[in-house]
């Protein structure tokens, strides 16, 4: 990576077991390399460029310059796109990670009930985001679905055609979904604290609660960095559970910058804006990360060994 | 989800495994935490709850669903709606399905293993460094972010509208994930294993598979059901790089026929429940591994 680096290639080390002949394995990586580079490395690249064009997505492409940004950006609807990506973001990051926290110290204990509970609540995960979403847009029906089975009127509410209410319901099915997968990484987590920790303390008297609070959690803190930048960048990005679930409805109460890239580009046929979208989805992600990972305030090469 | 941007970020504590966190620990967390204990027998309840509720009215007829509770189970089952979808050419988009799955997962697993073999004994090499720092920020892009230079790509390659339209991509978005879970296994096998091998006149190949294939196959297990569960579920590659029925994988399918069925809601939850049903076996097959696999792959 570092051009100022001596050429590690020819310096052997004998006594090294490995690396001796690192020039023999270097072919052994090309395949996933060509492959990864072409449909992940060129199209990172080439949204950018193509952000710089103008494209129908069927004809030819034709550079212009700043348009498509002057396009994508003055649109009406890109800072409601970003207040409800926002909005999202934050309430399943505030709704997922305090269950998913209790419910992975739940089902880190060994006992058996617990270890059938945690096969169960795994299901979500299996389901493709199109099933959820259509088994909860059949659920929430006012008249047929779980209000008319639990006789509450309460729930008996347009979920889905009122715009509040609508996001809520998206911020509620992304939970479902993924909060199995964030108590899965918990469990993980408390799995690997000392247990001289929890001892220590008991014979200072500590209470239970106090022991959650004052060892479980700052212990876990690296796992809920991991946890919440795949929560947030996962719900930056998330695409078919409102694609199937509202479109982006009603009006565009829903409609957060995934999904408005999409209309951009494949409904209205408009690539260079589209791809500017796409781009600032990327810029946001990346922020994102590394604020959380400034967050976590370690080295990262100590990182990378860890794991 | 497979866009985990800084897994490799979830080092280990200091310390590590403690050598006893058997049921003393267990014992202690089970009365140290009554408000997770009610926690995980309602939560248990809302994740039942959809599930159940899809079983039951597979089985109703169109008419009992308007008339009956929707949370008690029909007195005439009847079959009537899987019959309708797999009219519906559901066995299709099943073998599609399959095809893209195992189309896909094979060779971006062996490919990885070959390259976190490749980046694990080659760890001095300059270019393979550079190779493996690439796979590390590869976690972080996003597929949605990218789709539409995949569409061109796919487009000027003459393969829009085919199962290796989708394959190609959902192979390639597979891979960092895996190079960098089966790399921290090889990591772990012993040197002085490679050692001999090579000893024994091994070639690099021979210890390849002789070795490092044995000793993943763990890690192996646990990164091919993830990406399968992966592929298998993907929504956004089908729905943008195909567009005839016959190349319809299942969750492009159940958008389909719920688009076109939306009123016969029974036949709808048939649908979901008969595409659910595959993972839900594969499931209670390799839960072991899969549970394990991504304790160990996450919560370090």
Known sequence: MTTLAPPAVRVKEPTRTSGGRSGAVLWMALPALVWFVIFAVIPLIGVLLLSFTTWNGIGTIHGSGLTSWKAALTDPGLPRALWVTFVIMALSWLVQTPISILLGVFIAARSKYRGLLAVLYFV?????????????????DPNFGLSAGLGVSWLAQDWLGQSGLALGVVVFVVSWQYIPFHSLIYQGGVRQI????????????????????????????????????????GSLTSFDLIYVLTAGGPGDSTRTLALQMYQFGFQARLMGPASAIAVILVLIGLAISLLLRRLGGRADESQLEGM | MATSTITQESAPRHGGKAPQR??????????????????????LLIVMLPLYWIVITSLKTQS??????????????????????????????????????????????????????????????????????????????????????????????HLYDSLLAIILPSAAFAIPLSVLVLGNFIR????????????????????LWRLAFPLTRPALVTVTIYSALQIWNGFILPLILTQSPNQRTMPLALWTFQSEFGVN????????????????????????????????????
């Open chain 1, 194 to 233: 000392p247990q001289s920790l929890y001892e220590a303390s008991q014979i200072d008297g500590a209470g239970r609660m106090r022991q959650f609070f004052s060892i479980t959690l700052p212990q876990l803190k690296y796992t809920i960095i991991t946890s919440s930048t795949l929560m947030v960048v």
């Open chain 2, 188 to 207: 772990d096998v012993p040197k002085e294993l490679f050692e001999s091998m090579r000893m024994d006149g091994a070639t690099e190949w021979g210890t």
């Open chain 1, 124 to 140: 979500p995960v299996l389901l493709s985001s199109a099933a959820i979403s259509i088994t909860y847009k059949a659920l929430l």
């Open chain 2, 22 to 43: 058997g049921t003393s620990l267990g014992g202690r967390l089970l009365r140290l935490n009554w408000v997770g204990g009610s926690l995980g027998w309602i939560w």
């Open chain 2, 265 to 300: 809601v029974p036949a709808v939850a048939a649908s979901v429940t008969l595409t659910t049903i595959p993972i839900v076996l594969a499931y209670a097959i390799g839960r072991r591994q899969l549970l394990s696999g991504l304790t160990a792959g996450f919560g370090k």
């Open chain 2, 64 to 157: 009992n669903y308007f008339i009956t509770n929707p949370l008690k189970p029909p007195t005439d089952i009847t079959f009537e709606n899987y019959k309708t979808v797999i009219e519906a050419d559901f066995v299709r988009f099943f073998f599609n399905s399959v095809i893209v799955t195992a189309g896909a997962t094979i060779p971006a697993v062996l490919f990885s293993l070959m390259a976190a073999y490749a980046v694990v004994r080659g760890a001095t090499n300059r270019w393979l460094k550079g190779i493996n720092a690439l796979f590390l920020m590869g976690l972080a892009i996003p597929l949605q972010a990218v789709i539409i230079p995949v569409y061109l790509i796919i487009i000027r390659a």
